[in-house]
Protein backbone atom coordinates (compact mmCIF):
# COMPACT_ATOMS: atom_id res chain seq x y z
CA UNK A 1 0.00 0.00 0.00
CA UNK A 2 1.45 3.00 -0.78
CA UNK A 3 1.92 6.40 1.85
CA UNK A 4 -0.76 8.46 0.37
CA UNK A 5 -3.38 5.35 1.43
CA UNK A 6 -1.53 4.21 4.24
CA UNK A 7 -1.92 7.91 6.07
CA UNK A 8 -5.67 8.22 4.53
CA UNK A 9 -6.24 5.25 7.14
CA UNK A 10 -4.41 6.30 10.03
CA UNK A 11 -6.33 9.95 9.46
CA UNK A 12 -9.38 8.46 8.99
CA UNK A 13 -9.02 5.23 12.00
CA UNK A 14 -7.95 8.70 13.83
CA UNK A 15 -11.13 10.44 13.31
CA UNK A 16 -13.16 7.39 14.12
CA UNK A 17 -14.31 6.55 10.93
CA UNK A 18 -14.93 3.01 9.81
CA UNK A 19 -12.95 1.88 7.09
CA UNK A 20 -13.95 -1.54 6.53
CA UNK A 21 -11.31 -3.78 4.68
CA UNK A 22 -8.71 -1.46 5.54
CA UNK A 23 -5.49 -3.26 5.38
CA UNK A 24 -1.81 -1.76 5.15
CA UNK A 25 0.74 -3.64 5.43
CA UNK A 26 4.21 -1.88 6.32
CA UNK A 27 6.06 -0.57 9.74
CA UNK A 28 4.04 2.45 11.15
CA UNK A 29 6.32 5.99 10.44
CA UNK A 30 7.79 6.93 13.36
CA UNK A 31 9.00 10.81 13.42
CA UNK A 32 13.09 11.41 13.40
CA UNK A 33 12.27 13.67 16.20
CA UNK A 34 10.34 11.12 17.75
CA UNK A 35 13.44 8.56 18.07
CA UNK A 36 15.75 11.55 18.81
CA UNK A 37 13.67 12.34 21.87
CA UNK A 38 13.45 8.40 23.05
CA UNK A 39 17.15 8.34 22.56
CA UNK A 40 18.10 11.09 24.46
CA UNK A 41 15.44 10.65 27.21
CA UNK A 42 16.51 11.21 30.76
CA UNK A 43 16.54 7.51 32.46
CA UNK A 44 14.95 6.43 35.55
CA UNK A 45 17.20 4.57 37.27
CA UNK A 46 15.28 1.20 38.20
CA UNK A 47 16.24 -2.14 39.54
CA UNK A 48 14.12 -5.25 38.03
CA UNK A 49 12.88 -7.39 40.94
CA UNK A 50 11.80 -11.04 39.96
CA UNK A 51 9.01 -11.60 42.06
CA UNK A 52 7.55 -15.30 40.94
CA UNK A 53 7.15 -17.06 37.93
CA UNK A 54 3.43 -18.38 36.79
CA UNK A 55 4.23 -21.29 34.75
CA UNK A 56 3.10 -23.92 34.28
CA UNK A 57 -0.33 -22.92 35.28
CA UNK A 58 -0.02 -19.52 33.56
CA UNK A 59 1.94 -19.92 29.88
CA UNK A 60 2.59 -16.61 28.68
CA UNK A 61 1.40 -14.13 30.77
CA UNK A 62 1.22 -11.03 28.18
CA UNK A 63 -0.80 -8.24 29.94
CA UNK A 64 -1.72 -7.43 34.30
CA UNK A 65 -3.92 -5.20 35.83
CA UNK A 66 -4.83 -4.74 39.14
CA UNK A 67 -7.98 -5.23 40.62
CA UNK A 68 -9.76 -2.83 43.49
CA UNK A 69 -8.66 -4.94 46.05
CA UNK A 70 -5.02 -5.61 45.28
CA UNK A 71 -4.79 -8.81 43.58
CA UNK A 72 -3.83 -9.22 39.98
CA UNK A 73 -5.78 -10.49 36.93
CA UNK A 74 -3.45 -11.93 34.00
CA UNK A 75 -4.17 -12.22 30.56
CA UNK A 76 -1.94 -15.58 29.18
CA UNK A 77 -1.77 -14.95 25.36
CA UNK A 78 -1.64 -18.95 25.31
CA UNK A 79 -4.76 -19.46 23.28
CA UNK A 80 -7.88 -19.58 23.27
CA UNK A 81 -7.23 -16.93 26.30
CA UNK A 82 -7.98 -17.53 29.95
CA UNK A 83 -7.39 -14.45 32.39
CA UNK A 84 -6.26 -15.79 35.49
CA UNK A 85 -6.95 -14.13 39.24
CA UNK A 86 -3.39 -14.01 41.28
CA UNK A 87 -2.79 -12.87 44.77
CA UNK A 88 0.01 -10.15 43.87
CA UNK A 89 2.33 -10.98 46.86
CA UNK A 90 2.35 -14.72 46.48
CA UNK A 91 1.44 -15.57 42.74
CA UNK A 92 -0.67 -18.14 44.18
CA UNK A 93 -3.55 -18.30 41.12
CA UNK A 94 -7.42 -17.95 42.53
CA UNK A 95 -9.74 -18.28 39.79
CA UNK A 96 -9.64 -18.30 36.25
CA UNK A 97 -12.09 -17.56 33.54
CA UNK A 98 -12.03 -18.85 29.43
CA UNK A 99 -12.45 -15.94 27.15
CA UNK A 100 -13.11 -15.54 23.51
CA UNK A 101 -9.96 -13.85 22.94
CA UNK A 102 -6.88 -15.23 20.41
CA UNK A 103 -3.30 -14.30 21.19
CA UNK A 104 -4.28 -11.26 23.69
CA UNK A 105 -2.01 -8.53 24.46
CA UNK A 106 -4.04 -6.24 26.75
CA UNK A 107 -6.52 -6.25 29.70
CA UNK A 108 -8.22 -3.51 31.68
CA UNK A 109 -11.40 -3.06 33.40
CA UNK A 110 -13.88 -0.21 33.48
CA UNK A 111 -17.48 -0.21 33.78
CA UNK A 112 -17.85 -3.72 35.48
CA UNK A 113 -16.02 -5.28 31.95
CA UNK A 114 -13.15 -6.22 31.35
CA UNK A 115 -11.32 -4.62 28.00
CA UNK A 116 -9.26 -7.28 26.30
CA UNK A 117 -7.40 -6.74 23.10
CA UNK A 118 -7.66 -10.02 20.98
CA UNK A 119 -4.56 -9.12 19.08
CA UNK A 120 -4.97 -12.24 16.22
CA UNK A 121 -8.43 -13.64 15.18
CA UNK A 122 -9.50 -16.96 13.70
CA UNK A 123 -11.54 -14.87 11.04
CA UNK A 124 -12.42 -11.07 10.61
CA UNK A 125 -10.19 -8.10 11.99
CA UNK A 126 -8.42 -8.01 15.08
CA UNK A 127 -10.75 -6.83 17.67
CA UNK A 128 -10.97 -5.39 21.29
CA UNK A 129 -13.64 -7.10 23.69
CA UNK A 130 -15.79 -6.26 25.95
CA UNK A 131 -15.69 -9.44 28.23
CA UNK A 132 -18.35 -10.75 31.07
CA UNK A 133 -15.65 -10.83 34.51
CA UNK A 134 -18.07 -13.75 35.68
CA UNK A 135 -18.43 -16.22 32.73
CA UNK A 136 -15.58 -15.18 30.13
CA UNK A 137 -18.67 -14.15 27.70
CA UNK A 138 -18.24 -11.13 24.97
CA UNK A 139 -20.66 -8.47 25.70
CA UNK A 140 -19.31 -6.61 22.47
CA UNK A 141 -16.79 -6.35 20.41
CA UNK A 142 -15.07 -3.56 17.89
CA UNK A 143 -12.63 -3.36 15.37
CA UNK A 144 -9.16 -2.63 17.27
CA UNK A 145 -8.14 0.89 15.35
CA UNK A 146 -4.77 0.98 13.60
CA UNK A 147 -4.48 -3.16 13.00
CA UNK A 148 -2.02 -4.05 9.78
CA UNK A 149 0.44 -6.37 9.15
CA UNK A 150 3.95 -5.06 10.83
CA UNK A 151 7.51 -5.88 12.11
CA UNK A 152 8.32 -9.73 11.46
CA UNK A 153 4.85 -10.78 9.78
CA UNK A 154 5.74 -8.56 6.86
CA UNK A 155 8.53 -10.98 5.52
CA UNK A 156 6.99 -14.41 7.37
CA UNK A 157 6.65 -17.44 5.87
CA UNK A 158 3.00 -18.77 6.69
CA UNK A 159 2.49 -22.33 7.68
CA UNK A 160 -0.55 -24.44 7.92
CA UNK A 161 -1.97 -23.61 11.00
CA UNK A 162 -0.70 -20.41 11.88
CA UNK A 163 -2.82 -17.53 12.55
CA UNK A 164 -3.06 -14.90 9.77
CA UNK A 165 -0.56 -12.39 9.97
CA UNK A 166 -3.05 -8.68 11.12
CA UNK A 167 -2.22 -7.66 14.55
CA UNK A 168 -4.14 -5.68 16.77
CA UNK A 169 -4.01 -4.55 20.09
CA UNK A 170 -1.40 -4.44 22.45
CA UNK A 171 -1.76 -2.74 25.64
CA UNK A 172 -4.32 -0.79 27.41
CA UNK A 173 -5.84 0.37 30.34
CA UNK A 174 -8.66 2.39 31.44
CA UNK A 175 -8.91 5.94 31.79
CA UNK A 176 -12.25 6.52 33.44
CA UNK A 177 -15.18 8.79 32.13
CA UNK A 178 -16.48 5.93 29.61
CA UNK A 179 -12.71 5.56 27.78
CA UNK A 180 -9.45 3.55 28.17
CA UNK A 181 -6.12 3.88 26.46
CA UNK A 182 -5.00 1.79 23.68
CA UNK A 183 -1.39 0.66 21.98
CA UNK A 184 -2.01 -0.63 18.83
CA UNK A 185 2.04 -1.42 17.17
CA UNK A 186 0.70 -1.07 13.21
CA UNK A 187 -1.05 2.11 13.67
CA UNK A 188 2.34 3.92 15.35
CA UNK A 189 -0.26 5.72 17.73
CA UNK A 190 -1.84 5.62 21.57
CA UNK A 191 -5.69 6.23 21.21
CA UNK A 192 -7.99 7.44 23.45
CA UNK A 193 -11.10 4.96 22.70
CA UNK A 194 -14.95 5.79 23.23
CA UNK A 195 -15.12 2.05 25.31
CA UNK A 196 -19.11 1.62 24.54
CA UNK A 197 -18.77 2.68 21.14
CA UNK A 198 -15.32 1.52 20.32
CA UNK A 199 -14.41 4.93 18.39
CA UNK A 200 -11.00 6.95 18.86
CA UNK A 201 -11.61 10.22 20.96
CA UNK A 202 -8.33 11.14 20.03
CA UNK A 203 -4.55 9.29 19.55
CA UNK A 204 -1.23 10.57 20.39
CA UNK A 205 2.47 9.60 18.71
CA UNK A 206 3.85 6.09 19.91
CA UNK A 207 7.17 6.63 20.53
CA UNK A 208 8.19 3.33 18.92
CA UNK A 209 7.17 0.92 16.34
CA UNK A 210 6.41 -2.55 19.05
CA UNK A 211 4.26 -0.94 22.09
CA UNK A 212 3.07 -2.97 24.40
CA UNK A 213 1.78 -2.51 27.77
CA UNK A 214 1.14 0.71 29.39
CA UNK A 215 0.16 2.01 32.66
CA UNK A 216 -1.55 5.14 33.93
CA UNK A 217 0.01 8.02 35.90
CA UNK A 218 -1.52 11.12 36.48
CA UNK A 219 -1.02 13.11 32.79
CA UNK A 220 1.12 10.61 32.07
CA UNK A 221 1.37 7.36 30.00
CA UNK A 222 4.10 4.39 30.68
CA UNK A 223 4.47 2.65 27.40
CA UNK A 224 6.61 -0.35 26.91
CA UNK A 225 8.94 -0.39 24.38
CA UNK A 226 9.47 -4.26 23.86
CA UNK A 227 11.99 -4.58 21.26
CA UNK A 228 14.00 -2.21 22.84
CA UNK A 229 13.49 -3.48 26.30
CA UNK A 230 12.60 0.03 27.82
CA UNK A 231 9.96 1.83 29.11
CA UNK A 232 8.94 5.11 27.83
CA UNK A 233 6.92 8.21 30.68
CA UNK A 234 4.63 10.10 27.83
CA UNK A 235 3.01 13.03 28.08
CA UNK A 236 -0.57 12.11 28.02
CA UNK A 237 -1.65 15.44 25.75
CA UNK A 238 0.92 14.94 23.34
CA UNK A 239 2.37 11.79 23.31
CA UNK A 240 6.04 14.09 24.14
CA UNK A 241 8.83 11.77 25.70
CA UNK A 242 9.79 12.98 28.98
CA UNK A 243 11.75 10.00 30.50
CA UNK A 244 12.57 6.55 29.98
CA UNK A 245 13.45 2.77 32.29
CA UNK A 246 16.09 1.03 30.58
CA UNK A 247 16.54 -2.88 31.53
CA UNK A 248 18.95 -5.36 30.70
CA UNK A 249 18.17 -7.02 27.45
CA UNK A 250 20.33 -9.42 28.22
CA UNK A 251 19.57 -10.23 31.77
CA UNK A 252 16.48 -8.83 32.74
CA UNK A 253 12.94 -10.84 31.85
CA UNK A 254 11.38 -9.69 28.83
CA UNK A 255 8.93 -6.75 29.19
CA UNK A 256 5.69 -7.34 27.81
CA UNK A 257 2.51 -6.45 30.12
CA UNK A 258 2.67 -3.52 32.18
CA UNK A 259 0.68 -1.65 35.27
CA UNK A 260 1.13 0.57 38.03
CA UNK A 261 0.21 0.02 41.86
CA UNK A 262 1.34 2.55 44.48
CA UNK A 263 3.78 4.28 42.32
CA UNK A 264 5.28 1.13 41.18
CA UNK A 265 5.46 -0.64 37.85
CA UNK A 266 5.07 -3.88 37.66
CA UNK A 267 5.29 -6.34 34.50
CA UNK A 268 4.65 -9.48 33.27
CA UNK A 269 7.21 -11.51 30.66
CA UNK A 270 5.33 -14.05 28.33
CA UNK A 271 8.61 -15.93 27.02
CA UNK A 272 9.23 -16.83 30.53
CA UNK A 273 6.28 -16.53 32.71
CA UNK A 274 7.90 -14.04 35.08
CA UNK A 275 6.48 -11.20 37.41
CA UNK A 276 8.46 -8.45 38.18
CA UNK A 277 8.35 -5.30 40.16
CA UNK A 278 10.69 -2.07 39.04
CA UNK A 279 12.26 -0.37 41.99
Given at each position: ?????R??????????????????????????A???A???????????K???????????????????????????????????????????????????????????????????????????????????P??????K???????G??????????????L??????????WA????Y??????????????????T??????????????I????????C???????????Q?????????I??????????????????????????????????
Amino acid sequence: MGEFSRRTMLAGTAAGLAMPGAVFAADPVIPTATIAARQSAPVIPKKVKKLYNLRPQVDQPNDMQFTANGDLWILDQKDPNKVFTINAKTGAVLASVQTESIHGSGITYGDGAWFITSTKVLSGKPSTLKVDPKTGKTLKKWETPGWGIYGTYLTRVAKPGDLPPESGGHGVKWAGNGQYWLATPAGGKLYLINAEAGTVARSIQAPTVRTHGIALEGDHIWCVGADEAEIYKLQMSDGSIVAKIVLDKANDPSVHGLDIKDGVLWYCDANKGWICSLT
